[in-house]
């Protein structure tokens, strides 16, 4: 194989081999490492071999979202070695506007991985897969599964086989033992893997809230998030908890008055279909369901998975720098994010794929692209990539979908904030380009699923049969956020073209300010402060954060040891006090 990037230096590509019959090469059931038998493609780097039997075949390659996929038909004789030349085509390259890729979370052991004949794949397996969908950046996150196996290749810096544009970091993702229970937890750029007291094992030491491990991680220099973030909703369960709370008499139903007390999904009439003056379970339930597809919206998560949901308790407390996206339902992810910065938390967001578990197709299925302002650095240091992801100088993308410059007032994402000495317009510019092709599926957006809109973006499960179909151009929708809500829009094509947007926003208070594409695209904000004020955009936003709080104590803390109870309650009342400090403050 002669394997050669846009701009001629070999590299490593993605490759999928199919006969005359449409059979994959090499047979997937026979496949061990390099190769993953839960793929239909294959990494190769520049003069490696693949073998395959006489005949004819088409191989379909690209190295990810930021690459054309091209086809080419060639025939392998019995007589000679063939050799095929593979030359690769961008139709866009973030770095010129100098963001360098990333996927936070990825895996080397556990779930679709097997466990025979090694315990997992090794790191070198793992950069050809990182390198060949063109990531930057790769952060395979040691857990439960083949725990004591995998430990063995962290390292406080990057791994050896790092080149300087392609770097591969192994870390920890805190599942499958200690604080699981109450999320699980992405814990980057970590010098020491080895929690006190856990002497090197999965099984001693580790706490069981999230908190103490965040702070530990915070406190060697680390940057920390929750992965897999749509906690969900279950409409019937929010009804029971409405009811449970707040039916002071017993009726199995919220009149008016009862409801006062409430953080209910919409305005009361808006759920008391009937026009009875009471909510029934099953009225609260229905409109639960329907507001769940709206973003945002006021149904709280059901606090029963393994999503982000002591990140109500970690925030506040300062310890949690991003939470994930680009993995699970959309509206759940960026919905539990929404209302955190409505409080004033300079919380962020940053991409993931949570490789092979929530999919197994490829790394980089979410990514982040993070800004370390110029296309001109001679290498790529980690720490300096990792930290400028805490500080959400990027954008979350599925690959296809890009915001190649995002600034308000001249002031980019995580880098300094806007400041108005009185409410008044704001200059919004972007530079936004799609892809021009987009594989039809859930994942993208370009399939809607059959469960309702909250699941768009999701790939934890198949919503429908797997498909080569793509969807060919058509237009996207670049909205302009604050505070949660779109205040601007308009209509891209998805030609791989570079497009200039403008906008001129009025800002009456503090508020946070994004750029978003459903379910593809998404910027960190630019906060814009009023006259010195922090941000206090929504009272209901610090409501929706305490009762879930409540509700997340209630569900879990009989998974928090004895001995480490009463430090978690003193947190989770920090946090009630703290919002409800900032409802008190917020006008709306």
């Known amino acids: 194989l002669s394997i050669r990037d846009h701009n001629g230096e070999p590299t490593v590509a993605n490759l999928t081999f199919r006969d005359a019959h449409g059979r994959i090469f090499p047979p997937q059931a026979k496949r061990l490492a390099p190769d993953l038998f839960f793929q239909p493609q294959v990494y190769r780097a520049d003069s490696s071999t693949v073998l395959l039997p006489p005949g004819k075949f088409e191989v379909a390659y690209s190295r990810g979202p930021e690459y054309r996929v091209r086809k080419k038909q060639f025939t392998v004789s019995t007589q000679s070695q063939a050799t095929l030349e593979i030359k690769l085509e961008r139709w866009v390259n973030p770095v010129e506007f100098g963001f360098y890729s990333g996927d936070h979370h990825i895996h080397a052991a556990g779930c679709a991985h097997y466990e025979i004949p090694t315990q997992g794949i090794l790191p070198a397996d793992m950069f050809l897969q990182v390198k060949g969908e063109g990531l930057h950046v790769g952060c395979v996150l040691t857990w439960g599964p083949c725990y004591d196996f995998q430990r063995q290749f962290f390292s406080p810096k990057s791994a050896d086989l790092s080149e300087p544009f392609a770097i591969l970091k192994y870390d920890v993702e805190v599942s499958g033992f200690g604080s699981q229970a109450l999320g699980h937890v992405c814990l980057l750029n970590l010098k020491n893997q080895t929690y006190p007291g856990s002497e090197g094992t999965k099984t001693k030491g580790w706490p069981t ?16 998030g929750y992965p897999h973030s749509d906690m969900q909703i ?10 449970e709370r707040h039916d002071k008499n017993n009726d199995a139903k919220i009149s008016r008055f009862e409801a006062e007390s409430a953080l209910l999904a919409k305005p009361f009439a808006a759920i008391d279909t009937d026009s009875d003056h009471h909510l029934t379970s099953k009225e ?17 998560p059901s606090m029963r998975g393994s999503g982000a949901m002591e990140i109500f308790v970690s925030v506040p407390e300062g310890v949690c720098d991003f939470i994930s996206a680009m993995d699970t339902g959309r509206i759940g992810e960026w919905n539990t994010w929404y209302h955190l910065m409505n409080c004033g938390f300079p919380l962020k ?30 290498r790529l240091d980690f720490t300096e990539w990792c930290n400028a992801l805490g500080k959400g100088r990027s954008y979350v993308s599925d690959g296809y979908a890009h915001a190649l410059q995002f600034t308000v007032n001249g002031a980019r994402p995580g880098f300094d904030d806007v400041q108005l000495s009185v409410p008044g317009k704001v200059q919004v510019r972007a530079k936004v380009a799609f892809a021009p092709s987009l594989p039809k599926a859930v994942a993208h957006g370009s399939l809607d699923p059959a469960e309702g809109r909250r699941h768009s973006g999701d790939t934890r499960i198949l919503h429908a049969p797997r498909n080569d179909e793509v969807l060919e151009g058509g237009d996207r929708l670049v909205e302009i956020i604050v505070n949660g809500k ?17 906008f001129d926003i009025e800002i009456t208070r503090s508020s946070w300010i994004a750029l978003r594409h459903f379910p593809q695209l998404h910027t960190n904000p630019v906060n814009v402060l009023v006259a010195g004020k922090p941000i206090r955009a929504s009272r209901e936003s610090a409501l929706w954060c305490a009762e879930s709080v409540e509700l997340l104590w209630d569900n879990r803390s009989r998974f928090i040891a004895e001995s480490e ?4 309650r003193a947190a989770y009342d920090r946090a009630l006090a703290r919002y409800g400090a900032l409802a008190a403050e917020s006008s709306e």
């Open 209 to 224: 809230w999230t908190v103490p491990v965040l702070r530990w991680t915070k406190e060697q220099g680390g940057v920390t």
């Open 234 to 243: 279950d409409p019937p369960g929010y009804a029971r908890r409405i009811l």
């Open 284 to 300: 609260l339930a229905e409109i639960a369901d329907r507001a769940g597809n709206e973003l945002p919206n006021l149904v709280l």
């Open 349 to 378: 967001v940053s991409g993931e794929t949570d490789f092979p578990c929530m999919s197994s197709r490829r790394v980089g299925k979410g990514r982040v692209y993070v800004d370390l302002g110029t296309n001109t650095i001679p």
């Open 486 to 502: 779109p205040v601007a829009k308009k209509k891209i094509p998805a030609d791989g073209a570079i497009h200039d947007l403008a």
């Open 565 to 568: 109870r009463p430090a978690a």
